[in-house]
């Protein structure tokens, strides 16, 4: 018997939840249920994060947490507790499989069997923004080695375990060399170790249209986290409906499981919503817990269910569905069909399934660093690059020369083009004219004579080279 914790959630939350949880125990799962209340009444209380101490600690002690769609309050400086959620608890791999149940459930796309894997903790979520001029605002996006090893090893032990023939990254590295070039870096050092998996890598723009287009071309794709969040549903979407759809939230302690879709608030309290989402969630935590057969008995009774045409609203169908019912009638429906199999969808087999055991990340030898010059970020409301130039000039010493200006990300000066549009936004590039590492005092001192001559400096990024590589872009257009 293995203790999990449940939250009802918010809207048609507490509907699906019990359809899910009728549906797991008449199928034989071994659970024992602790219920935890987060969500709307929580935020409303006056507990800006959604969730109590107390439920925290319920979550930890189980460890495996099955959650319905919660409603974040609009405004108020309310945080979302998913978000919340899988960064306190470190639940690094978002696992979405979208998968088609043609002619079932109306898609464009047949043949669609993708699982996008999501990496689910940083890049633009780490949420660390600024205001730092007038004109601009920043939000940084962070890429980490351990990031990007622990999420390539889940894509490729879980294509692994479920058969799947090809791992494919979707990166933008062609423009964000350092952050998604790690990415793809590390997708590269791991794919040889899964000899029997093929690998490919795409450019997320055309990816993304591929996978839109011609969804049956993939089989597992891994993403950074932004780009996850987003094509995730796409895929969904185009398989058939985010109503379906569920998801895993996978860390080396905690696991949450839920559906990909909201609360619906407009559809609650009416006996109306889909519960397959949630009972897809439920599914892979079955498979988590090491309930594998449990898991089968319920996914092969849900596609039978639906090739039988019991379909709910969402995808009821005039002419392909037979029956048009409720949450609790779709519940009853799967009920009545545990131990049968589908005919014309693929019946699944889940024997040997259990949770993914993923190697620790170690950290590596410290790798020897040098410091080889600063950019200085300046608040200017000038226009003239030249200007600019000139009064900076004022603060660089002869041993570190100012090198570059740029304008959002754009080199103004020198030599820049009278037609590039400029914000008050300026990035001052001081480097040694002899490549030779700098000291820190001598980024003081640059920064003390700014204050001196009354320039507003914003922010200081140190120019590094790692083992002799300079690792810092260049300006673009330099
Ligand atoms: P939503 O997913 O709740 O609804 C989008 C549309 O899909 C609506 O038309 C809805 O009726 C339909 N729909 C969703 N789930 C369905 C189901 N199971 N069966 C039938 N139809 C279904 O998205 P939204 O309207 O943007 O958000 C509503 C609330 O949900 C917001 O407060 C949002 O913050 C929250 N939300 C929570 C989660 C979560 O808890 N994981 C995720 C997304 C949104």
């Given amino acids: 018997m293995k203790r999990i914790t449940v939250a009802k959630g918010d809207g048609i939350g507490p509907e699906i939840m019990e359809a899910t949880l009728a549906i797991l125990q008449a199928a034989g799962a071994q659970i024992e249920v602790d219920e935890i209340e987060v969500g709307e009444q929580v935020y409303l209380a006056g507990n800006k994060s959604g969730i109590a101490e107390d439920a925290w600690d319920v979550i930890r002690r189980n460890k495996v947490f099955l959650k319905a769609p919660i409603t974040t309050p609009q405004g108020g400086g309310y945080k979302s507790l998913n978000v919340t959620i899988r960064k306190m608890l470190g639940l690094y791999a978002n696992v979405r499989p979208c998968l088609s149940l043609h002619p079932f459930v109306k898609t464009k796309h047949p043949g669609m069997d993708v699982v996008i894997i999501r990496e689910n903790e940083e890049d633009l979520y780490a949420g660390i923004e600024h205001q730092q001029t007038d004109e601009v605002v920043q939000c940084l996006k962070l890429i980490s080695r351990p990031g990007c090893e622990k999420i390539v090893q889940y894509a490729f032990a879980y294509a692994r375990q479920y058969n799947r023939s090809k791992v494919t990254c979707f990166t933008k590295d062609n423009i964000m060399k350092q952050t998604d070039g790690l990415f793809h870096r590390v997708f590269d050092e791991i794919a040889p170790n899964y000899p029997d998996i093929q690998n490919e890598h795409w450019i997320v723009d055309i990816g993304a249209a591929k996978?839109?287009?011609?969804?049956?071309?993939?089989?597992?794709i891994v993403m950074p986290n932004l780009y996850g969040d987003v094509l995730s549903d796409v895929a969904a979407q185009i398989a058939g409906s985010v109503g379906l759809a569920g998801s895993a939230n996978l860390g080396e302690k905690c696991a949450m499981f839920e559906a990909i879709h909201g609360s619906a608030p407009r559809r609650a309290g009416q006996n109306l919503a889909n519960p397959s989402g949630l009972l897809q969630g439920a599914i892979m935590m079955l498979n988590h817990i090491g309930q594998a057969n449990v898991a089968e008995r319920v996914q092969n009774a849900w596609l039978k269910t639906l090739e039988d045409g019991v379909h709910t609203y969402d995808v009821y169908q005039e002419g392909l569905s037979q029956q048009k019912v409720g949450t609790k009638e779709f519940a009853e429906a799967v009920i009545a069909r545990l131990g049968q199999q589908p005919t014309t969808l693929k019946a699944v087999s889940y024997a040997n399934t259990q949770a993914l055991d993923i190697p620790k990340y170690k950290r590596k030898p410290l790798i020897d660093k040098q410091l080889l010059g600063v950019?200085?970020?300046?608040?200017?409301?000038?226009?003239?690059?030249?200007?600019?130039?000139?009064?900076?000039?004022?603060?660089?010493?002869?041993?570190?020369?100012?090198?570059?200006?740029?304008?959002?990300?754009?080199?103004?000066?020198?030599?820049?083009?009278?037609?590039?549009?400029?914000?008050?936004?300026?990035?001052?590039?001081?480097?040694?004219?002899?490549?030779?590492?700098?000291?820190?005092?001598?980024?003081?001192?640059?920064?003390?004579?700014a204050l001196e001559v009354g320039i507003d400096t914003i922010k200081t990024e140190n120019l590094y080279a790692f083992n002799g590589q300079p690792a810092f872009s260049m300006g673009q257009g330099q």
């Fill in 211 to 220: 996978l839109a287009d011609t969804p049956e071309a993939f089989d597992v």
């Fill in 375 to 449: 950019d200085v970020f300046v608040h200017w409301p000038g226009n003239d690059p030249d200007e600019l130039a000139a009064l900076v000039n004022r603060v660089s010493t002869p041993a570190i020369p100012l090198s570059l200006i740029t304008n959002r990300g754009i080199k103004v000066w020198p030599n820049g083009f009278s037609e590039t549009s400029c914000t008050d936004h300026w990035r001052c590039r001081f480097l040694p004219t002899d490549g030779q590492p700098i000291n820190k005092q001598a980024i003081i001192h640059i920064l003390s004579n």
